[in-house]
């Protein structure tokens, strides 16, 4: 009787450790998405502080989308090219900083939300006497992620708009 009683129990808890392996597997892997998706993310951060657009189309899909500040600028492609890689021209230094992201993965698709402050340094004008005040604006970008047949994750859309930091009084 005892054995029976210990089959059933088993039996009936067997299930939900299945479900539970389960989840935390599920988890496991959700954690290394959330990982790969942030390290796109960061990437492309890296590369627009390094005033460098070089090779970024790779972290975007090939019909990606990019609005800025209420414009569409078309594919990234079409952005990096007609209006990205022209400003960081003019640049001197752009820096992030209060960088945080929240980053949500449904399956093939991830959803991030960017929150941070930005620097740009205008290079001197070689006319003027003194170099332009640094331009600082606190933003916020959402992009649409998806993962593809190599498993690779690409932003396929990207929405960023900024505004002069407020005054704390």
Same mark, same amino acid.
Do not use: C
């Given at each position: ?106 399956? &093939? ?16 004008? &070689? ?37 002069? &930091?407020?005054?704390?009084?």
């Amino acid at each position: 009787m005892k054995n029976l009683f210990a089959l059933a129990v088993l039996s009936a808890t067997l299930p939900f450790a299945a479900a539970t392996a389960q989840a935390q597997t599920t988890a496991a892997a959700g954690s290394a998405d959330e990982v790969a998706v942030r390290a796109v993310l960061s990437k492309y951060q890296q590369a627009v502080q390094k005033l460098d657009t070089t090779g970024t189309h790779r972290l975007f899909t090939a019909n990606s989308q990019v609005f800025e500040s209420g414009g569409v600028e078309g594919s990234y492609r079409h952005y990096a090219e007609h209006h990205l890689a022209p400003e960081l021209k003019e640049f001197s230094a752009f820096t992030f900083s209060d960088y945080k992201a929240a980053v949500q993965v449904d399956g &093939p698709y991830a959803f991030a939300t960017e929150t941070y402050t930005y620097t740009i340094n205008l290079k001197k004008d &070689p006319k003027e006497k003194e170099a332009k005040a640094p331009i600082v604006r606190r933003g916020v970008a959402t992009s649409v992620l998806r993962k593809n047949a190599a498993g690779q994750w690409q932003i396929m859309s990207t929405h960023t708009s900024a505004r002069t &930091p407020r005054v704390k009084k």
